[in-house]
């Protein structure tokens, strides 16, 4: 018995070590790749475009962002395809269903517009501006930041809204969920919170593996060097 104790206060060094390395490993880590932790059904390509988007806007002369949202438009409607993260304190705030465009596809969205009246959804990266309270109630306008992509956002009135045709059950039922006439709509039940977090100025991110835009978004084109000096900004206000 005297023996083992022995053993193990010998070994406690070791085994506290090997107890810290993953908080430590993790802390390390890119933003991107936390927030791909936090969000294992996301894919990890679509976050870390995200990011890159996100950041790039903010060496740009954009405003600081503390919150960002990832829709992945490559996923069917039936299943969580929108994250709401808080990027200082890397916690992941929502997981949910969101609705795409009449003219966007049926249970998959395959089509996507800038076009006022095309009852289709926009890709690209948006800021979020003001609420207001309108016919789909509490409401939340984006402005588009991509000339030719999404830029009519606010003529379009493209906002976030909670929508009743939303919900699990109907995913369930028709293997899909209702579509919008272009706004990312979300269930009525988290609309109100999910907006508070985004309001004031945070990102989104919407995503769709289209060739022209991926090759030509001048947010997916910051240098290295450039989103470095972005992600440090996010740790220093996350110490502030």
């Keep these: 018995m005297i023996r083992l104790f022995r053993t193990l206060l010998a070994s406690a060094p070791l085994l506290g070590a090997l107890f810290f390395l993953p908080s430590q490993v993790h802390a390390t880590d890119s933003l991107g790749e936390a927030l791909s932790r936090l969000a294992p059904a996301a894919d990890p390509k679509v976050i ?4 890159q ?3 790039c ?3 740009q002369g954009g405003q600081p962002a503390d919150r960002l949202a990832v829709i992945d438009y490559s996923k069917p409607s039936s299943q969580p395809r929108l994250w709401v993260f808080d990027t200082v304190n890397r916690k992941l705030l929502f ?3 969101v609705a795409h465009g009449k003219n966007s596809g049926d249970a998959n969205a395959t089509k996507f517009s800038n076009a006022p009246d095309s009852l289709a959804s926009s890709l690209g990266l948006f800021r979020t501006s003001d609420t207001y309270t309108g016919k789909n109630g509490y409401s939340l306008r984006m402005s588009g930041l991509e ?3 999404n830029d009519q956002a606010m003529a379009r009135a493209i906002v976030i809204h909670g929508a009743a045709y939303v919900n699990e059950a109907m995913a369930k039922v028709a293997g899909r969920i209702g579509r919008s006439w272009g706004c990312p709509a979300v269930r009525t039940a988290i609309a109100h919170k ?3 977090a985004l309001k004031g100025g945070q ?3 919407s995503y769709y593996p289209d060739k022209r835009w991926l090759a030509s978004s001048n947010y997916l084109k910051c240098t290295n060097g450039q989103l470095a000096k972005a992600e440090a ?3 220093a206000r996350a110490g502030t």
């Design 48 to 51: 870390g475009l995200a990011v």
């Design 53 to 55: 988007a996100a950041e």
């Design 57 to 59: 806007a903010q060496t």
């Design 95 to 97: 997981q949910e269903l």
């Design 147 to 149: 000339p030719g992509v």
């Design 194 to 196: 999910l907006i508070d």
């Design 203 to 205: 990102m989104v991110f």
């Design 233 to 235: 900004n996010v740790v």
